[in-house]
């Protein structure tokens, strides 16, 4: 388990120890009219977000919910780390570094005053986030720290992200597939709408200091994957380094975590039904059909029946 998500863990025990009778219109917060968790959030901390500055040597991971984000972390965790050359002690130091700074797993999660604790970390920073392009701190798209948009066909992703609704209690729970699809359609989940993060993003595809890689090829191929991600961000690793760390971020390594980790590709077609696939083809073609990111997500291969 990442130690990002051995720290949300921790803060939905503790917000449910503190108040376990949080009712459901509590569980969320709208904030440019994007929905967002209550507990890991406020209004507060996105505002004081825009005032972040990044670093050149900032590495920012950001992907829509349920696209693979934490299993991306791990890589590049690994990679790093690994490239960095750390010693026992030294990765002891910056782990200990994020608890007492009191890191949180996405940049947009925790108190306003997490920001100001955020300039006491060493770099290299591996920071996350779920947030689409206008609701970023300008330092991020102006400044010179590099991005990597994780994208992932979006059937499998409102699969995933179904399940996580369900399965998380800092969420309001949805009593049957066809309402969560209503909802995942119209973007009334936190983090908004699928089609317009990527709708948003695309406007930022010829970014310079942006890479995009998507979950499928990751799947496929993870040491080549791992190779991409390694040029872009500079890390120096060997073929024994990428072979170790593809082992142990794969899918039987994680075990009882790995299908909530890594999910399946193809996984939509359990719960579509035919009006819903045609629906949400038509969807994606409206919004994101003939752009750079739909060629990436390769629609045709992952999402025709």
């Keep these: 388990m990442s130690r990002n998500r051995e720290r949300v863990i921790e803060i939905i025990e503790n917000v449910f120890s503190e108040n376990e009778k949080t009712s459901p219109e509590d569980l969320l917060f709208s904030y440019d009219d994007i929905l967002y968790p209550a507990v890991l959030s406020s209004p507060e901390t996105l505002e004081a977000l825009k005032s972040f500055e990044t670093r050149s040597t900032d590495v920012i991971l950001a992907g829509y919910p349920k696209t693979g984000t934490n299993w991306l972390e791990q890589m590049v965790r690994e990679m790093e780390s690994t490239d960095a050359k750390y010693t026992e002690e030294e990765m002891k130091e910056r782990i200990n570094a994020e608890k007492e700074l009191q890191m949180f797993p996405r940049l947009e999660f925790g108190d306003p005053g997490v920001f100001e604790r955020m300039k006491k970390l060493p770099s290299r920073r591996i920071i996350l986030t779920h947030l689409p392009p206008h609701l970023l701190p300008p330092s991020l798209l102006q400044g010179k720290a590099k991005i990597l948009l994780l994208v992932r066909n979006p059937k499998d992703t409102a699969v995933s992200y179904y399940h996580f609704y369900n399965n998380m209690p800092v969420l309001p729970s949805f009593a049957t597939w066809d309402e969560y699809f209503a909802a995942f359609m119209n973007g009334k989940l936190t983090w ?107 629609y045709d291969l992952y999402c025709k029946t």
């Design 192 to 298: 908004g709408s699928y089609f317009d993060h990527l709708m948003e993003w695309n406007r930022h595809i010829d970014h310079e200091r942006m890479v995009i890689i998507s979950y499928e090829e990751l799947k496929e191929n993870p040491v080549l994957g791992m190779k991409k991600i390694a040029a872009f961000f500079g890390f120096s690793l060997n073929e024994e380094e990428f072979s170790r760390i593809a082992k142990k971020t794969s899918f039987q390594a994680m075990k009882e975590k790995s299908k909530e980790t890594h999910g399946v590709v193809g996984s939509w077609r359990d719960l579509f039904s035919e009006v819903q696939n045609e629906e949400m083809d038509q969807k994606f073609e409206e919004c994101i059909g003939g752009t750079i990111l739909a060629t990436k997500i390769k």
